[in-house]
């Protein structure tokens, strides 16, 4: 069994358009991440949730909105998308809500979903 | 502002051994990481260093230096499946963390 996962792996759409990305973990986490990795393979992170409640929320333009009905789902939701949001969106998880890891280091990602704006 | 240095790219032979370098400037410090991220795939956990010294696992070691900012990975028995990128990230004191761009491994037979 997959530990996150994410779907869909490959998104391709419009400028203007609206779409959403979804991860699940089944490790029993409590915390779990969005990053984005652009063109020069910056990881940034996006949002982080422990216990369904946003407690990182970077710079982040709020036509991106994470939404997370349960501890093992997390998706991203994004609105009137742009050029500029092209890049690989990946989930992660971690035991601790220490903000990005465990103090073992060990966040588990996703295989991560590429979306593509034209 | 944070800041994480590594080299874009490094170059080496199958069976030798590489080190590849990262310096810090962070707000506070909870510890590094190293990730290894293969083209396309996620990046996975490699190592963790919060005290100072030398961590090895394997094939892989790495090694911290506080005072310094300064930290390094070091891959040993060089194979082709090591050919990947390297990510270091540190954790700052608002346990946030702040990743580098990664260092591009390329091996050679």
């Known amino acids: 069994d997959t530990a996150v996962s994410q779907t869909p792996k490959y998104l391709v759409t419009q400028m203007g358009n609206d779409k959403s990305i979804k991860c699940e973990q089944n490790?029993?986490?409590?915390?779990m991440y969005w990053y984005k990795q652009d063109s020069k393979k910056f990881l940034k992170i996006m949002f982080s949730?422990?216990?369904?409640?946003?407690?990182i929320n970077e710079t982040v333009p709020n036509r991106f909105s994470p939404k997370s009905p349960d501890k093992a789902h997390l998706n991203l939701h994004i609105n009137s998308l742009e050029l500029g949001d092209s890049a690989v969106y990946f989930c992660?998880?971690?035991?601790?809500?220490?903000?990005?890891?465990?103090?073992?280091?060990?966040?588990?990602f996703g295989e991560g979903s590429r979306l593509t704006v034209l | 502002g944070q800041n994480i240095d590594q080299p874009t790219e490094m170059t080496a032979t199958e069976g030798a051994i590489v080190q590849i370098n990262c310096t810090y400037q962070?707000?506070?410090?909870?510890?590094l990481f190293w990730y290894q991220q293969h083209a396309g795939e996620a990046p996975t956990f490699l190592s963790y260093n919060v005290l100072d010294g030398l961590e090895e696992k394997g094939r892989f070691s790495s090694f911290l230096s506080r005072s310094k900012g300064y930290s390094y990975l070091l891959l040993k028995e060089l194979q082709m499946k090591d050919s990947a990128s390297y990510l270091c990230a540190v954790l700052d004191s608002n346990y946030q963390l702040i990743w580098g761009a990664g260092t591009k491994l390329i091996i050679k037979p």
């Open positions: 949730y422990n216990n369904k409640e946003l407690i």
């Open positions: 992660a998880s971690s035991q601790e809500s220490s903000g990005g890891a465990t103090n073992t280091g060990e966040l588990f």
């Open positions: 962070t707000s506070g410090f909870n510890g």
């Open positions: 490790l029993g986490h409590d915390t």
